[in-house]
């Protein structure tokens, strides 16, 4: 069954939800989910709707007529789409394999679906991974001379393969803050700690250090301040005095796993709707 | 800030958010919170709404009155009330006191709010610990002999009380069914496993025999299967090889206490709807 | 059956298990439950032991005698005393009266095995709990002009009454350094976020401002530098978009009530040890 | 640094720890990790060491030689042996990859240091992914007519590929209860709930039906008695009520992953010890 998915915010006024409904129910639109959450601290109005694509008398494109009008008087941010689109997500990664391994076997088996126009990397170590897969693989070395060229042909070929999403998949180098400022709510990054702890680098022999009963990781969006982007999705797992640094990293694998393919679950079905750098994630 | 509680649930049609959300909106009604559910297995409908009182032009009774036909007209069970009102709640129990306590706490504190115009319990232990917070206590001993006519003075507390719930907070009885038949939906349970596992006598001694690695609790609306009723809420704990019987009591308890509270508070938040013996539970 | 705990660490050595374990079965002690831990990152051992004080031919004092002089050689910080001797925990509260609550229940129902000499607070508000329960109450309140002669008064309060540990149970004022350091790990507190985050005052605000997406509590012991204290259990939960900052409170609540409780288990049966700022729990 | 690993159970006597511990300590062996538990309930004693090899004076054998005959003495089951030897673990899959894939990248990075002499399948479908990490695969088909000899060949290439495991990881064929028995605690499962909640076919499905509030999966050895063999490990996941059967599929393959992957590292490490229907798993 064919959905058509609407995400829209705006300034939470009466009678929202009901001219938004309205309108769907006015194209025949048979409301298959609907999540809605105002924000009484900001006044602001969060929603997400699946509807039938078949039940459309006039398909998506009439929909999309019929809402740009309201969407437009209400300053709401939206977007509407088919369910079916597959987003393309380029994904970096730097030596450590887990969360790529991870992605590409849910994207394999079909439990997220999207296409990989690339993976990227500024070591050669993962290219079999990518190509037995079939995916393309580019290496681009990144040094302290070449950072700004590095960066600057890694973006390129995210804009000519028009990457929807680039997710960062343990990609071990800080991005330019003009490309975090390019690219809002569309750089994902998945940190080794449960932020705010250990923000920055080393976060698992920090929390060894700190002697912390539980360690973490945070999928969020980058933006230009590092580690401080809004948060999609965290997890945790307990540890225990006999743990090792070592063992905290192995522990912290699968939780970086487990958040980063949440996260990308969540924003591949347009259920992640960003205000300032808090997130509303309509859960599945 | 007052707010209006409307549930309702119904076999889905196209536009049916819509049109409710319409009459609130003729209403003046502001919506603050609005869980919709629909599911696709038997094509059901499930609504909860959070209205701000203030801002309906003509109030509440007179949002009934524009709610009911339409209900009607969907073969609807629906609910609407001021969250402002207190449901009361009877408490039953037997000897163990852990479920009382942390109940009586979240009461005391304000936490939930509910009235308690009684406890029962088929033994005298627990008696000052209601009494020291103001609430009647009534002994009402269950033999094999007596049963019958225990249960029918317990129900006719219960009703001269005007109960809206009745919590069996580890009362160690077994309801009788014709009860059970006539509270549906308003008999609460704690159950001391995570059931399916364990239902019956003795869950924490079998679950020390099986060796499992979690154990749990389930909070249920009580039917006359036992142990079979709508699951609300369940927790879990991990457990090891050196946990004792006694250990498994002692981490059960803090499950039974957190998921009877949480059960507890969806029920009086209005937040609960059932359908056969499944709930839809729109959590805060 | 009477239990006689031994607690013990020191530098590691090649045959130190081996020769507290003869030391122990010399005597006749059958060892009910032993945990050691080696940590390899600085060579340090770590053991405690549960023996069955029946089966010491000459009784707990005789073990002492023959155990002090090998721990001198080793350097070691050890402790023994019988399961059955009751600490005495002074209880410290401000207004917030949920930590307090669960401490009393699980006082009485005697989940936890420990004396309560009086309960401190620098407010009135929760003499009525602790009065119901025979426990003196002692309000000493705080003003930027007394704090040094109101928690002098305190600290003579604690010694008079031979307190074996203070615990913070929400105490919402900063102790002073000397006292912190006159009472390592006999000062217990519960920090309502989940640290390294959140340090300091308002954690709940600042977790929701940040957009978290899971909070917590920490027990921890208290030192001079405010809550960088040695960590002994920590517990979090989930929180959602629709969470409020009250909502976190009241969620946050939990947690504190879990962490403390299981943090103050562990220190009663001599299962914490400590070394610099970490611990070696070991948990039942 | 190489490590020698002990394991032990046997009746409880006074005095054990301290002959064993002598035993390696006049080998010179420097104790690493040493893990005891008493049962209580039937008087067990269980103990698994990891000793550091290079400080054995006569090596791992000569600690053998005299280990023997004090385990005869006490009618202990027992193993020695050098962490660094490999186990041999045969995987058994079906159609359902999700295992397969997690088991062999641990495998691959190291994370889980064991060799896996073959894949077998009733199904041609996971052939790829077994062949291009260079691992044999078989493909032994079962139907009702061949199952005694399907079942035979495999246990043959299972003995003559010397296979110290055999991991059932999704192998949704039940083994004959001959096979059972002859490979006790070797013969690994993967069942996909809870158990005992939903022992048998289907427990997704059941789950969705039941309307649990947590589904899971659980890691055990086969036994003859279906699901019914000691639990090693277990995971949870919390469900809610818009989770569909297929949803739960997903969530559960999560928990299946995880459970399983830290059943086998125990097993791996000789932390599991078996006792009836119990185990004690010392964890890491």
Not at 21 to 48: I, M, S, Y
Not at 156 to 174: E, K, N
Not at 240 to 248: A, I, P, R, V
Request: a neutral charge.
């Amino acid at each position: 069954m064919q959905t058509t998915l609407l995400r829209l915010s705006c300034p939470d006024k009466i009678g929202l939800l009901a001219r938004i409904t309205n309108l769907v129910a006015h194209q025949g639109g048979n409301l298959k989910e609907v999540a809605q959450f105002t924000d009484p601290k900001d006044g602001w109005f969060f929603t997400r709707m699946e509807i039938e694509t078949a039940t459309l008398r006039n398909g998506l494109e009439a929909l999309r007529t019929v809402i740009a009008p309201l969407a437009q008087e209400l300053g709401a941010e939206w977007s509407l789409r088919p369910a079916e689109a597959r987003p393309k997500v380029v994904l970096m990664v730097s030596k450590l394999g887990h969360c790529l391994a991870d992605l590409l076997w849910r994207w394999r088996s079909g439990e997220l679906a999207f296409d990989i126009p690339c993976v990227i990397s500024n070591h050669e170590t993962l290219r079999p991974f990518a190509e037995r897969e079939g995916i393309p693989f580019h290496w681009v070395p990144v040094t302290p001379q070449n950072r700004r060229e590095a960066f600057a042909e890694m973006e390129a070929l995210w804009t000519s393969l028009g990457a929807d999403l680039v997710v960062l998949a343990r990609y071990m180098q800080i991005l330019p803050t003009e490309i975090c400022e390019r690219w809002p709510s569309r750089l994902m990054n998945i940190h080794h700690s449960f932020l705010p702890s250990f923000v920055g680098a080393n976060p698992y022999q920090r929390a060894y250090f700190r002697g912390v009963k539980l360690i973490g990781a945070t999928c969020h969006y980058a933006t230009a301040d590092l580690d401080e982007g809004p948060i999609i999705e965290q997890e945790v797992v307990r540890v225990e005095h006999y743990h090792s640094e070592e063992d905290l990293l192995r522990l912290g694998r699968d939780c970086e796993r487990l958040a980063l393919a949440r996260g990308l679950r969540y924003h591949l079905a347009e259920r992640v709707l960003v205000r300032g750098n808090r997130t509303t994630v309509f859960r599945d």
